[in-house]
């Protein structure tokens, strides 16, 4: 196996970019330049009352892991402006971040390495480990920290001893309560002091919503010391009582100890990595962006999860909350493919969220007048109900939501052969949104209508017939009844007529958004009919496939920048068989919009739309991008039928790329090795053990 590229260090602070993410799948933290101060903390299924729209949030957590350090009284977060020499580093391979910096106080300079992990082995823990040296005798402080400052709810309770025992078995703990009571998050953390002696550190009380185990001693010139901080995270929907969940894994990770932890981790991560995705001939650049898309989606997903992920994983910052951490299409349509054959454990959870949640579906269909199942536009990622903030335009119309998590059922069937998963999984949910199209439709003298629906362009007004919803109903529709007959079910023949009545609108040959479409409209170029084509599968001819694509990757320029779809440009520009445009759109559509330390790739261009806020790692971007690599470029659609059955097409790839190749996929519980070389008649998708 080879190691992936990791992304250069970066050195100083101060530039418009967002901090470090560090995620294991159940937690996500954002860590400062300068790591010891509170940065952000996500737990997967922990929300709140967002503060301005009164709307299930995903709300920001305790941050566990901030710390302080004193040299002869003076506190560096009393003295930041006596902070240099910073400096970060990112291992992908491992998960772990590693920040540097030196703090100058009393004629002392500190030496300050930090190492920040997620363990992805016991999900609910993160590690620190904080290294010292000093270049002279001093008074030193060491202060770890659980800081609620900015979180937004209250403290219920907090406790230093473990009832029943003689000795605490934890540093603290802290039970957390969201804005407006919706959730709970327990938090419990350890410490260990190394290379200053025994020493005994104090607990005060839980003060400006802050918990902190201090210790001060005598550092010597020379002399190495570390302070090792382990906190446990746990919302409400992992244990109905948080805190003491979260002290018994902190307690057990003490035991187990922190070097422990850390090697298991890394090994985790060295088995990932077997599916890297190996780009030969094309740039070191484009290998990292690879890397690092592999990286930031495998690390914001977990089989553990409690609840799906959001657009932007277990990431926030300040400037930006608009998707308020709801689940939306963009995770079935973008994030599940990849996963399915990356890490399927992963993607069984984040579907897994969708079917726990299916009466609330089913309820959301019925305050429609409809039947059967209609996903929420925002769904919360507690209730798993409609969340879009008030007056919640978009959720009247877009309608393509439930297909697209219908379809991402049905391909994680097709793509891990689970039987059980089919049966028990799949069909409830094909089954229950093919009879919510039934009451969608309208019957027509022609066939089938879908009317005043929304595409993936979000226009001011709806529009009849949107193509990419009409094209994923029929994709849905007409697997529904070949599911229906696979396992001995009795389909309503109604699905059928609709499959073959539904309009798809075309001019000439080509398909297009929606009827009485015009290019020069509001959001004209938004290639919503080439995601239906890839990656949905809609079954279209190749001339009404060529056709399309001419159309508009034409329109491309108008497009590319925006949220979702660019990352695709290069794939399609690929299947029209253009490889000098494909690695033009591709860098176009997704290489630009990497901004920033550690090849975050942010939603929106930051030169086509410098007014929107840097918001990143953009799922829809990533996923899109790593769809195209692994089966867009190689010429994959993922079915029923036999897995070397799957290639469909010759190998196009971006001009100099010479091969697309992964050692590992999962497919049907067995590893497969992908082979994708330019200009062969199919890619070489091979069991490998």
Known sequence: MSKPLSPPPVAGSGRRELPAYVANGVIGLRVRDMPLAAGMALVSGYTGEHYERQIEAAAVAPYPLAADLALDGVWLSDAPHQVADLEQAYD?????????????????????EVLTFCSRDEPTLVCQEISLLVDGACAMGLRAVVDAGGSDGRALRHRRDTPGEPEPAVDGSLLWESAGGYSTCGVAFVTELLGAGDQTPSFPPLRDHRLVTEYGFRARAGRKVRLRQIASLIPTTLHQVPDQQAVRLAAKARKDGFEALRARNRAIWDELWKGRIRLVGASARWQAL??????????????????????????TWHDYHYYFGHVMWDIEAFAVPPLSVLQPEAAEALLGYRFRRLEGARRNARVFGRRGLQFPWESGPVSGEENAPLPGTAAWHEDHVSLDVARAFSFHADATGDAEFLRTRVWPVLSGVAEWLTTRVTRTRSGYDIAASMGIAEREQPVNNAAFTNMGAVVVLTAATAL?????????????????????????????????????????????PLMGLFPFGYPADKATEQATLKLYLELAQDYVGSPMLSALY????????????????????????????????????????????????????????????????????????????????PVVLPEGWSAIEVDRLWIRGRPYRLTARQGAERAELTASG
């Open 570 to 649: 290069g794939a399609w520009a690929a299947m029209a068989g253009d490889r000098a445009l494909s690695l033009k759109l591709l860098e176009d559509g997704y290489g630009r919009f990497c901004v920033g330390r550690f090849l975050q790739i942010l939603e929106y261009r930051p030169d086509v739309f410098p007014e929107q806020p840097q918001a990143g790692p953009f799922f829809a971007n990533i996923g899109g991008f790593l769809t195209g690599l692994l089966f867009g470029f190689p010429g994959l659609r993922v079915g029923p039928g036999e897995p070397e059955t799957w290639a469909e097409r």
């Open 484 to 528: 229906a007959e696979r396992l001995g079910r009795a389909a309503d023949p109604i699905w059928a007529k609709i499959a073959k009545g539904l309009a798809i609108p075309t001019r000439g040959r080509a398909i297009v958004s929606h009827d009485a479409y015009r290019s020069n409209e509001e959001k004209g170029a938004t290639p919503d």
């Open 290 to 315: 690879a890397d690092a898309a592999f990286f930031y989606l495998n690390t914001s997903v977990h089989s553990s999860s409690p609840a799906s992920t959001s657009i932007f994983g277990l990431a």
């Open 92 to 112: 992908f391979a491992s998960g772990e971040l590693t920040s540097r910096f030196t703090f100058t106080a009393s004629g002392r300079v500190a030496r300050v």
